[in-house]
């Protein structure tokens, strides 16, 4: 695999592209900035005082959740452009704008006075990595439960996990355009490189996921299954290295797996043949058993890909708080010396969370192929 | 009392998990006891019912992170 065959190669475009898009909206101001006046990981004190008790659950919850920029190490990071569509249009700025502006707002919830950091920008403001419009007073207004009344704005902004799955994206492409050069210019000779540590692996998909599972029909779906398996195992393992460009945990995002879970249920209903509708509105059994069986077979439509979207979300977040939690032990112990034990942990942890990615993303495969083969299974003899 | 309900809650769902995933792992065992040639389809088998029930085992993690309400 000869470099210049990379650089020259389509693929390289398209990784540029992604990267001009990402980084044009940021233009105006630099995309890689050093901060002094940047906003502080609620419960982490910069000073170090050890007056403020460190909240390990609401660290955590920063580290899993997604972030309008990506924060590379100290007072680093990348600011990420945010998209809003709002009633005037498409507003499109850097989010160091709002990072720079870091305001504290006091306000009762639950009974309790809460302080919070927020951060405003035209009109806009940012508050748990939520956008909401300012109100008249140019503030943010709440609610007894602690949640924001201003009103919600349309948020299409590049956000960390956006941006870590360009990078994902970008990956599969150089591998697998490689591989697929490679195997067009080497017709007939055996494999060599990435090709030989590839291909068992999509053979390993088509003949133990996807032909035993959908029967003969399967060459339909194997670019499907391939890309869902790889596309999350890739995630899956992002997630686990704890420096840029990865760690930005997108297979650990509701949303990320909801769109998987949503795309094989589409793929199934669409492909659903006679014979699934058949099983699904007249089952093989007595008449009088209709009134259950099909409020049962229609909610298992659903219950199928939901169980699909919650397993993967539950089990790589699962994994990363586990591992944020040991490691959040130094802190919560404020020494040094809980470090071998924490990072001894965190180390069989992550061997664990390899096994659990890779695991999760054949899990996700094979019952994908699994409805795909029920939709489209032909007429057994009963 | 502190802490909140999810917390119990979740340690139920650990506990389903265990003792799901604990018998999966003594049969699979006895499976190969029985007959070592077959320990590698045993295994992938054992693997994949695991991962099923610790599917479902963090059904209930997630509604316990979503019901915390910390007092």
């Known amino acids: 695999m000869h470099l210049s065959r990379i650089l020259t190669s389509k693929i390289l475009a398209t990784v540029l592209s992604f990267a001009v898009f990402t980084l044009s909206a940021s233009a105006k101001t630099p995309a890689l900035q050093s901060d002094s006046g940047r906003h502080e990981v609620p419960g982490e004190h910069a000073g170090g005082h050890g007056e403020e008790k460190f909240d390990a659950a609401a660290a955590i919850m920063h580290h899993i959740a997604d972030a309008h920029e990506w924060h590379i190490i100290g007072h680093t990071a990348i600011y990420l452009p945010v998209i809003l569509y709002t009633d005037n249009g498409l507003e499109i700025f850097s989010s160091s704008h709002f990072y720079h502006n870091p305001r504290t707002v006091t306000y009762s919830a639950d009974g309790k006075e809460h302080t919070a950091t927020w951060y405003s920008h035209k009109g806009f403001a940012l508050f748990h990595e939520k956008v909401y419009k300012l109100d008249e007073n140019g503030s943010l207004s709440f609610d007894e439960d602690g949640h924001p009344l201003n009103e919600r704005v349309m948020d299409f902004s590049i956000t960390k996990n956006v941006a870590s799955m360009f990078v994902s994206v970008a990956l599969l492409l150089l591998i697998f355009g490689s591989v697929a050069k490679a195997y067009r210019k080497r017709k007939g000779k055996a494999p060599k490189g990435l090709q030989s540590a590839l291909e068992p692996i999509v053979l390993f998909v088509r003949d133990d996921i996807a032909q035993p599972n959908i029967g003969h029909q399967y060459r339909r779906f194997m670019p499907f299954l391939l890309t869902v398996f790889f596309f999350i195992w890739i995630n899956n393992v992002m997630g686990l290295i704890p420096f840029f460009p990865g760690g930005a945990n997108v297979s650990g995002n509701i949303a990320f797996t909801f769109v998987m879970g949503t ?14 509708w058949k099983h699904i509105f007249a089952p093989n059994v007595p008449v009088w ?28 977040t699962a994994g ?12 919560i112990f404020k020494t040094v010396y809980v470090s071998p034990v924490s990072v001894a942990f965190v180390l069989f942890m992550d061997v664990l969370e390899l096994l659990v990615g890779f695991l999760q993303a054949y899990i996700f495969t094979l019952l994908s192929a699994l409805f795909i083969g029920m939709a489209v299974a032909e007429h057994a003899e009963h | 009392m502190i802490g909140s309900i999810a917390a119990i809650g979740a340690g139920l769902a650990a506990i389903g998990a265990g003792i799901g995933i604990g018998r999966i792992g003594g049969s699979a065992v006895e499976g190969i006891a029985r007959q070592p040639e077959a320990a590698s389809k045993i295994q992938t088998n054992m693997i994949i019912a695991a991962a099923l029930v610790e599917g479902a085992a963090l059904f209930g993690i997630v509604v316990a992170l979503l019901g915390n309400n910390p007092s």
């Open chain 1, 289 to 316: 058993l209709y009134p259950i069986m099909i409020p049962v077979e229609i909610i298992s439509v659903f219950s199928k890909p939901f169980a699909l979207i919650i397993r993967l979300f539950a089990n790589i």
């Open chain 1, 263 to 276: 795309i094989t249920f589409l793929i199934t209903t669409a492909n659903g043949n006679k014979n699934y």
């Open chain 1, 320 to 331: 990363h708080i586990v591992v944020l939690s040991l490691v959040s032990l130094i802190f």
